[in-house]
T-cell receptor, first 110, second 117 residues
């Protein structure tokens, strides 16, 4: 049972925007900027797409954006493309060098 | 170009032990923190170990209860995960990952561990 809760699945059509939420408790959100998102296409390793809540690593398109409000973090993907179809995971560093993942969300591009 | 390559996975009986290796290229392991993360179909991603770049901060989730040990050999530029008293629910693909930005910057391709009699 993950301490961070994500919807099991979301879907959207090409060109649309989708938002994936990640909800936790004060334990997971007590350290404001220690929040990351990962993309995992089928059969591949996860890839970091958002770090420190809102920042994108080099090479990640600006179609991907992160935000946080209270105990919910969100990943928004705008201008959906077929290549965005993947599993997405949120993750929080909860202090004392420990980490917890959300259960993952499967994004379907219709 | 950073590359992490895991090895050492396989089939092991319940109660057995296994040591996983993560060989790094394109970076120096002593300059970075490293993690092991596992993935099972039923539980998604699960963090299992961390070693800080200074080598002094090593942490694990409480549920492992001392069964796993992360270590590093700077001369081989390799990070290890020693797993003991393995159980069926340890069956997973195990990834090593470089620490950065309070998360996991680079990942290996993973190595499959199957605990079964």
């Amino acid at each position: 049972q993950s301490a961070l809760t994500q919807p099991r699945s979301v879907s959207g059509s090409p060109g649309q925007s989708v938002t994936i939420s990640c909800t936790g408790t004060v334990t997971e959100f007590g350290f404001y900027n220690r929040f990351t998102w990962y993309q995992q296409p089928p059969g591949t390793a996860p890839k970091l797409i958002i770090y420190e809540v809102t920042k994108r690593p080099s090479g990640v398109p600006d179609r991907y954006s992160g935000s946080k409000s209270g105990n919910t973090a969100s990943l928004t993907i705008s201008g959906l493309q077929a290549e965005d179809e993947a599993d997405y995971y949120c993750c929080s560093s909860t202090g004392n060098f420990s980490w917890v993942f959300g259960g993952g969300t499967k994004l379907a591009v219709l | 170009q950073v590359q992490l390559v895991e090895s050492g996975g396989g089939v092991v009986q319940p109660g057995g032990s296994l040591r996983l290796s993560c060989s790094a290229s394109g970076l120096t392991v002593s300059n970075s923190g490293f993690h092991w993360v596992r993935q099972t179909p039923g539980k998604g991603l699960e963090w299992v170990a961390f070693v800080r770049n200074n080598g002094n901060n090593i942490t694990y989730p409480d549920f492992l209860r001392g069964r796993f040990t992360i270590s590093r050999d700077d001369s081989k530029n390799t990070v290890y995960l020693q797993m003991t008293n393995l159980r069926a629910d340890d069956t997973a693909v195990y990834f090593c990952a470089k620490d950065w930005g309070w998360g996991f910057q680079y990942w290996g391709q993973g190595t499959l561990v199957t605990v079964s009699s």
